[in-house]
């Protein structure tokens, strides 16, 4: 089955990439969630449109995505969340409560897309997050989290 990526998707392909996967896995699983669209030979506008709107997305090349590394990885980003008494987060940390907190903290503004969060944080303290800024270079943000 022939399908366009609408998102990047960790393994097969970034958003915009023609993929060639197996019918259940592309019925099943990247056409419900949106993660893809069917193929056709009227398709290609819709490529040409999603490959420009990631390009505004992506950093310019290798050597700005460096950069913003150096400065993500610089200084830890804190955090405040509302916790109990023991340091249990009342809920947990999402991604895009992670991106506004690097954007407040001065850092660049960062697609909640791109940031990886191993498992769910949902206590106080100190916790590493991957933010993937290019396909080659990937920052490892230190994120304080400090109870309100």
């Known amino acids: 089955m022939k399908l366009i990526l609408t998102q990047e998707v960790p393994g097969l392909g970034a958003a915009g990439d023609v993929v060639e996967v197996k019918d259940g896995y592309g ?7 949106g993660f ?3 193929w056709t030979k009227g398709g290609q506008k819709q490529i040409d449109d999603i490959r420009r709107a990631r390009q505004t997305r992506e950093f310019a090349d290798l050597d700005a995505a460096r950069e913003v590394k150096t400065r993500l990885e610089s200084k830890p980003v804190t955090m405040a969340a509302k916790a109990g008494d023991t340091g249990r987060l009342f809920g947990a940390v999402t991604a895009a409560d992670i991106a506004s907190a690097v954007t407040a903290a001065g850092g660049p503004a960062i697609d909640k897309r791109r940031i ?8 106080v303290g100190s916790h ?3 933010v993937r800024l290019h396909p080659e270079v990937a ?9 309100t």
């Open 27 to 33: 019925r099943n699983y990247l056409m419900p969630r």
């Open 128 to 130: 590493s997050v991957t």
């Open 139 to 147: 920052a490892n943000v230190r994120l304080e989290i400090v109870p």
């Open 116 to 123: 990886e969060v191993g498992a769910p944080i949902k206590s």
């Open 36 to 38: 893809a669209i069917s």
